[in-house]
């Protein structure tokens, strides 16, 4: 087990992201769809600009038509007097008709850049929406009671502070053209997912396949919008994997999506630029326990000889951040922090069900010998003062791996809690420890991308610190 001690606080005058004003819906694969709105593009042949590129050739016929004169050419004055006149009219009507298809082309370009901005700011208020049921959802759920009450005021505050922070981060992810948003990879409600592109396309990338965290009821891939946007500034391809949250599906739903996700990164992410032989699984959170136990249950599907459209052999290693992993150890604690046993519960499909879906215990499982084999290289990253879920759920696990003859390891941070390794550390910019160990792993063996990072600028800082610091005091995680 390492233990990372804080390093100081370094000033950042690293230049701002490069942000696009507007985003590309030609370019993303899909269009964008959430639980409870749909938003479809038109077909291409009905688009103004279609319509627009079209038209300029038929109207210049029909008004050549109607423009024709009564008399032959053999009978026109100007023709027959003068044949440089003609010349001179041809080259005055070539002319006409090149302005006018110029500028009917500048036409069907402005409506095509007011159609992406709209759409544009379409997206933003279905995903503002979304965002607002699913608050709406875990407040119906965890109740009114004064101990959520104040949570949520102190969630609000956290939020506030934050606030800078999530504006700039939010405009890169509306309108940046590196972003390819709602990717579909499924056929389930929330089966989406989100690329972060690198903008230099020389060569394959390696990938990061992320599961977002959200308390088994709130997840949803634009968390990760933060982290997808930084790793993409090392030249790492990160796909934010979306999935059904509570009560829309349970633990086992969860599980399903995640794998559909991976699978499709596992088999397309080539078509984006991402190298399909260095992809890394990582989940933070309630999201580092669904990846993990996908990644299990997948490794017992190949060990028993099911039939699978992804295999753990094309996973170069798991991130676990902040996870728990052992489920039988965090009931009662859970049920203090405000997730009380019986919503637990329910999401875990019953108190017979933390068997399976307990990591830690399914890997200790005699009949798993052989899946427990063919798991990849295991980190786990926990900050030593989170109270959400205590240290000690990463560092048992990582023992009980070890004791398997897995490859694994905790790293501890220390002094960080739930949030600062996921939000605060890197919306303070400078040097990040974790961020940098999680590249390190990525890039090793690269000397190139090494050589890269030596020397990359430190990252922008997107909260002033005071408000950081306040933050960090209010947070209810």
């Known amino acids: 087990m390492q233990t990372r001690h804080q390093s100081p606080i370094l000033p950042i005058t690293n230049p701002s992201l490069g942000i696009s004003s507007s985003s590309s819906p030609s370019a993303m694969p899909t269009t964008i769809t959430t639980t409870t709105m749909f938003m479809n593009n038109r077909a291409n042949d009905d688009l103004p600009t279609s319509r627009l590129l079209i038209s300029p050739y038929e109207d210049d016929k029909m008004i050549r038509e109607q423009r024709r004169p009564l008399l032959s050419r053999a009978f026109s004055y100007s023709a027959a007097s003068s044949p440089s006149a003609a010349g001179a009219t041809t080259q005055q009507q070539r002319r006409r008709r090149v302005a006018s298809d110029e500028s009917l082309l500048t036409l069907a370009g402005r409506s095509q850049s007011q159609s992406t901005f709209t759409e544009s700011v379409g997206h933003a208020a279905a995903e503002t929406y979304l965002v607002t049921r699913l608050f709406l959802t875990l407040l119906r759920y965890l109740g ?88 993409s500034e090392r030249d790492i391809v ?34 984006y630029g991402g190298d399909p032989n260095r992809i890394y699984l990582m989940g933070q959170s309630a999201g580092a326990h669904i990846a ?40 009662d604690h859970f049920h203090n922090r405000g997730l009380y046993r019986s919503i637990f519960l329910s999401i875990m499909e019953g108190e017979h069900s933390l068997h399976q879906y307990s990591p830690e215990v399914m890997v200790q499982d005699p009949n798993n010998r052989n899946a427990v084999s063919l798991l990849p290289s295991i980190i786990l990253f926990h900050g030593n003062a989170d109270y959400s879920i205590p240290p000690d759920a990463s560092k048992s696990f990582a023992e009980t791996l070890r004791r398997l003859g897995v490859k694994a390891e905790s790293v501890l941070y220390e002094g960080k809690t739930h949030t600062d390794l996921f939000l605060q550390d890197p919306m303070r910019g400078g040097q990040d420890d974790m961020f940098e160990d999680v590249v390190a792993i990525i890039h090793a063996g690269d000397e190139e991308a090494l050589s890269k990072d030596a020397v990359a600028p430190p990252r922008k800082r997107l909260v002033p610190e005071f408000m950081l610091k306040w933050a960090r005091a209010v947070s209810p995680f």
């Open 292 to 331: 993990a136990c996908t990644l299990i249950e997948q490794a017992i599907k190949e060990s028993s000889g099911q039939r699978v459209s992804w295999s753990v052999s094309q996973i170069k290693a798991y991130f676990g951040l902040s996870g728990g992993y052992n489920l039988f150890n965090l009931v």
């Open 144 to 231: 009114v009671g004064y101990r959520w009450i104040t949570r949520f005021l102190a969630l609000g505050c956290y939020a506030l502070l934050l606030m800078p922070g999530f504006i700039q981060v939010g405009y890169c992810y509306f309108f940046s053209s590196q972003i390819r948003r709602s990717v579909v990879y499924g056929d389930q409600p929330r089966n989406r997912l989100d690329l972060y592109l690198p903008k230099n396309s020389n060569g394959p990338k390696p990938v990061v396949a992320f599961v977002t965290g959200g308390a088994w009821i709130i997840g949803y891939k634009a968390w990760g919008s933060l982290l997808g946007q930084q790793l």
């Open 238 to 271: 990160v796909a934010c994997i979306d999935y059904r949250n509570f009560p829309q599906g349970t633990i086992s739903d969860m599980v399903q999506d995640a794998s559909q996700g991976i699978s499709f990164v596992c088999n397309n992410i080539a078509e």
